[in-house]
Protein backbone atom coordinates (compact mmCIF):
# COMPACT_ATOMS: atom_id res chain seq x y z
CA UNK A 1 0.00 0.00 0.00
CA UNK A 2 1.52 3.71 -0.78
CA UNK A 3 1.61 6.16 1.82
CA UNK A 4 -0.53 9.40 2.23
CA UNK A 5 2.10 11.13 3.57
CA UNK A 6 5.79 9.91 4.59
CA UNK A 7 7.95 12.39 6.61
CA UNK A 8 11.56 11.84 7.42
CA UNK A 9 13.00 12.80 11.07
CA UNK A 10 15.80 13.00 13.54
CA UNK A 11 15.83 11.49 16.69
CA UNK A 12 16.88 13.82 18.90
CA UNK A 13 19.18 13.35 22.39
CA UNK A 14 16.16 14.95 24.47
CA UNK A 15 14.03 11.76 23.07
CA UNK A 16 15.61 8.95 25.30
CA UNK A 17 14.98 8.09 28.69
CA UNK A 18 16.97 6.75 31.21
CA UNK A 19 17.48 3.74 29.06
CA UNK A 20 18.79 5.49 26.26
CA UNK A 21 16.11 4.55 24.16
CA UNK A 22 13.28 6.68 23.16
CA UNK A 23 10.42 6.76 25.66
CA UNK A 24 6.87 5.06 24.66
CA UNK A 25 5.16 8.81 24.44
CA UNK A 26 8.04 9.85 21.76
CA UNK A 27 6.90 7.27 19.49
CA UNK A 28 3.03 9.28 19.88
CA UNK A 29 4.60 12.61 19.23
CA UNK A 30 6.51 11.68 15.92
CA UNK A 31 2.93 10.34 14.77
CA UNK A 32 1.61 13.65 15.82
CA UNK A 33 3.84 15.69 14.10
CA UNK A 34 3.28 13.52 11.11
CA UNK A 35 -0.29 13.51 10.93
CA UNK A 36 -0.64 17.54 11.33
CA UNK A 37 2.53 18.07 8.43
CA UNK A 38 0.10 15.81 6.41
CA UNK A 39 -2.36 18.16 7.04
CA UNK A 40 -0.48 20.91 6.40
CA UNK A 41 0.34 19.54 3.41
CA UNK A 42 -3.12 19.75 1.99
CA UNK A 43 -3.01 23.84 1.55
CA UNK A 44 -6.14 25.10 3.18
CA UNK A 45 -9.46 23.54 5.02
CA UNK A 46 -8.12 20.59 7.07
CA UNK A 47 -9.41 22.90 10.22
CA UNK A 48 -10.67 26.62 10.90
CA UNK A 49 -11.76 28.68 13.88
CA UNK A 50 -15.29 26.53 13.84
CA UNK A 51 -13.89 22.67 13.00
CA UNK A 52 -10.99 21.20 13.46
CA UNK A 53 -9.97 17.15 14.04
CA UNK A 54 -9.27 15.28 17.32
CA UNK A 55 -7.65 12.45 18.48
CA UNK A 56 -10.46 9.98 18.83
CA UNK A 57 -8.43 6.76 19.84
CA UNK A 58 -4.87 5.69 18.80
CA UNK A 59 -3.52 2.04 19.00
CA UNK A 60 0.62 1.95 19.15
CA UNK A 61 2.85 -1.86 18.31
CA UNK A 62 6.12 -1.07 19.76
CA UNK A 63 8.05 -3.40 17.44
CA UNK A 64 11.67 -1.94 18.92
CA UNK A 65 13.59 0.26 20.91
CA UNK A 66 14.84 3.69 19.03
CA UNK A 67 18.25 4.66 19.77
CA UNK A 68 20.36 7.48 19.41
CA UNK A 69 21.62 8.74 16.57
CA UNK A 70 18.62 7.50 14.21
CA UNK A 71 16.71 8.75 11.49
CA UNK A 72 13.33 7.56 11.63
CA UNK A 73 10.57 8.04 8.41
CA UNK A 74 7.03 8.04 10.12
CA UNK A 75 4.23 6.61 7.12
CA UNK A 76 0.93 7.48 6.76
CA UNK A 77 -1.93 5.23 5.50
CA UNK A 78 -5.71 5.64 4.97
CA UNK A 79 -7.15 2.77 6.10
CA UNK A 80 -10.92 3.90 6.31
CA UNK A 81 -12.51 6.67 5.17
CA UNK A 82 -16.11 7.65 7.27
CA UNK A 83 -18.47 9.98 6.92
CA UNK A 84 -16.70 12.21 10.05
CA UNK A 85 -13.72 10.43 11.05
CA UNK A 86 -10.55 9.01 9.36
CA UNK A 87 -8.59 6.06 10.26
CA UNK A 88 -5.01 6.83 9.58
CA UNK A 89 -2.66 3.61 9.80
CA UNK A 90 0.95 4.59 10.48
CA UNK A 91 4.43 2.33 10.58
CA UNK A 92 7.72 4.14 11.75
CA UNK A 93 10.84 2.48 10.32
CA UNK A 94 14.76 3.23 10.01
CA UNK A 95 15.38 6.13 7.63
CA UNK A 96 18.62 4.00 6.54
CA UNK A 97 16.47 0.69 6.49
CA UNK A 98 12.87 0.19 5.55
CA UNK A 99 13.18 -3.51 6.94
CA UNK A 100 13.99 -1.76 10.68
CA UNK A 101 10.19 -1.30 11.91
CA UNK A 102 10.20 0.48 15.11
CA UNK A 103 6.09 0.73 15.40
CA UNK A 104 3.00 0.49 13.55
CA UNK A 105 -0.38 0.81 14.19
CA UNK A 106 -3.56 3.52 13.42
CA UNK A 107 -5.16 6.47 14.91
CA UNK A 108 -9.03 7.43 14.49
CA UNK A 109 -8.94 11.09 13.83
CA UNK A 110 -13.02 12.80 14.36
CA UNK A 111 -13.77 16.61 13.07
CA UNK A 112 -15.43 18.17 15.57
CA UNK A 113 -17.52 21.91 15.49
CA UNK A 114 -15.56 23.99 18.28
CA UNK A 115 -18.41 25.28 19.26
CA UNK A 116 -20.91 23.10 20.05
CA UNK A 117 -18.35 19.39 20.05
CA UNK A 118 -20.56 17.99 17.64
CA UNK A 119 -19.18 15.98 14.99
CA UNK A 120 -19.09 17.03 11.33
CA UNK A 121 -18.18 15.74 7.94
CA UNK A 122 -14.87 15.57 6.80
CA UNK A 123 -13.19 18.69 5.37
CA UNK A 124 -13.40 17.81 0.94
CA UNK A 125 -10.30 17.81 0.80
CA UNK A 126 -8.92 14.97 3.17
CA UNK A 127 -11.63 13.58 1.41
CA UNK A 128 -9.59 13.92 -1.76
CA UNK A 129 -6.46 12.74 -0.45
CA UNK A 130 -7.46 10.18 1.13
CA UNK A 131 -8.87 8.68 -2.10
CA UNK A 132 -6.03 9.61 -4.69
Given amino acids: MKPL ?3 EMDIRWGD ?9 TGYLRFIEEARVQWFKSLVDNWADADCAPI ?11 ISWPEKIHVELFCEHIGTKSLKLAHRITSASDANIVYADGHTIMVWVNAASGSTVPLPENVLNACRD
Fill in 5 to 7: YKI
Fill in 16 to 24: LDAFNHVNN
Fill in 55 to 65: LAAIQNNYKKP
